[in-house]
């Protein structure tokens, strides 16, 4: 089930890192009174009247002065003009709320209407994405009065709200709530769905083409090429796949200071609908903060995954350790422990390119492994026999295991107090079962319940 991704844009400085923080119910966000201080797309799962979303808090949209032409007696070729500025600001407005499903459009009520604020609105104006207006610092009612100004954007209504104490918030959440859009579950299928994520340009659309082995997909070296997720069905070996391409960015080009970074939330949802992640690196600019921020949510949706490091024709001077090297590093770098295969191809020239699908269905396949509840608790006890756990030197107890679901593989650990298990303990288990069923490329989920809490996975 699609997960609604809400967006909040405006210009720096009217409040969005501290609504994101509120919103999400804890401090995610570096919140300082200096414009641009958020540098890196944040994102945390939010709910409201039990409607889960993903809020995104997209920094000030990198716009450091709403004035960019040159000073007073200037020469015109030492600063960008004005129309620069209207086209930046655009082209980052429009890679946010393209990339949402609901957009909260964030406005200073302190600073009253400013030209930044008619350049985003009219950008708004022109999307299908449903977009609701918050006016912040909305702070004494004399603010509140003054956020009226703000119906001359053609927004519709204009919700006054204090993100640094609460007021009006409620009113807002019940507002993103009421646009977020009804998407139809999708009917169950035996396919595997393949999703290639990666930042833009580091050949997910040239590797779906070599999948394929056929142009499918438009292949451009200018990031940002693919402009919508691209489900291509297919049948390997006779098994139903379902390859999901996605965007990098949404515009052609580059922008001032990057908004490929926008290319995250469309790997959100790809990600989501995905049974396997193929996670494409380029070898050539190694692991970047970006590759890091999507394998994080990979792990957390617990989806399996094959690192895929693409372009490894352009490595010069390789030898019989390179590869080796370059594994390490990336597991270091994306927190990947073994259980993760690292493949390196070049889709330009179909250097291995053949043993992506069948790395794939592997992984997929161990998503799938049942352990018997025999062989589990046997296992259990050894691994207590060898390690007893303890906490503060209380006793912990591990009474018996069972594998309560599939996909991801997940097993209930019945326990005397579940409070006393340590995380390196859980750890511990982990890479015990994990020497017996590897689970290639799979993550699982452990989790510890109090005795007679029942065998739920989706009990706490």
Do not use: C
């Amino acid at each position: 089930m699609h997960t609604p991704i809400v967006a909040l844009v405006g210009r720096p400085n009217v409040g969005k890192s501290t609504l994101f923080n509120r919103l999400a119910g804890q401090r995610l966000s570096i919140v300082e009174d200096e414009p641009g201080t958020t540098r890196d797309r944040l994102y945390a799962p939010a709910e409201w009247t039990n409607q889960p979303f993903m809020m995104v808090d997209t920094g000030g949209l990198d716009i450091a002065a709403t004035d960019r032409s040159p000073q007073k007696g200037q020469p015109e070729s030492l600063g960008p003009s004005s129309r620069d500025f209207v086209r930046e600001i655009r082209a980052q407005a429009e890679a946010a709320i393209e990339e949402a499903d609901v957009v909260v459009f964030m406005v200073d009520a302190k600073d009253g209407v400013t030209a930044a604020d008619r350049d985003i609105a009219d950008v708004l104006r022109r999307t299908d994405r449903p977009v609701i207006l918050a006016a912040n610092k909305a702070d004494n009612e004399t603010r509140r009065q003054q956020a009226l100004e703000f119906y001359e954007l053609s927004l519709g209504e204009v919700y006054p709200i204090s993100a640094l104490h609460g007021t009006g918030t409620g009113d807002l959440l019940d507002a993103i709530v009421e646009k977020i859009p009804v998407v139809p579950e999708e009917p169950e299928s035996d396919a595997v769905h393949i999703a290639l994520v990666g930042r833009p340009n580091v050949g997910k659309s040239s590797l779906l083409n070599a999948l394929l082995q056929e142009e499918r997909a438009i292949v451009s070296p200018i990031p940002g090429t693919t402009r919508d997720a691209i489900d291509t069905p297919l049948k390997w070996e006779g098994q139903e796949l379902v390859l999901i391409d996605t965007a990098g960015i949404r515009r052609r080009g580059k922008v001032e200071q990057g908004i490929e970074k926008y290319s995250v939330m469309r790997a959100l949802s790809a990600i989501e609908r995905s049974d396997v992640v193929l996670l494409v690196i380029d070898a050539t600019a190694g692991v970047i903060s970006q590759d890091a921020h999507v394998a994080g949510f990979i792990l957390e949706a617990y989806k399996s995954v094959v690192v895929i490091v693409n372009k490894w024709d352009a490595i010069p001077d390789k030898d019989s350790m390179t590869m080796v090297r370059y594994t390490e590093e990336i597991r270091e770098q994306l927190h990947f422990l073994d259980y993760v295969p690292v493949l390196f191809i070049s889709a330009l020239n179909g250097q291995r390119v053949g043993k992506v699908l069948p790395a794939a269905l592997a992984v997929a396949a161990q998503r799938k492994v049942r352990v018997p509840t025999g062989e589990l608790n046997r296992l259990i006890q050894d691994a207590v026999a060898a390690h007893a756990p303890t906490s503060g030197g209380r006793q912990v107890k591990l009474y018996y295991a069972t594998q309560a679901a599939v996909a991801p593989p997940t097993f209930i650990v019945f326990v005397n107090n579940r409070e006393l298990v340590h995380f390196s303990y859980a750890r511990y288990l982990e890479n015990r079962i994990r020497a017996s069923f590897p689970f290639e490329g799979t993550p699982i989920r452990l989790i510890f319940r109090n005795r007679g809490e029942g065998h739920g996975a989706d009990q706490n």
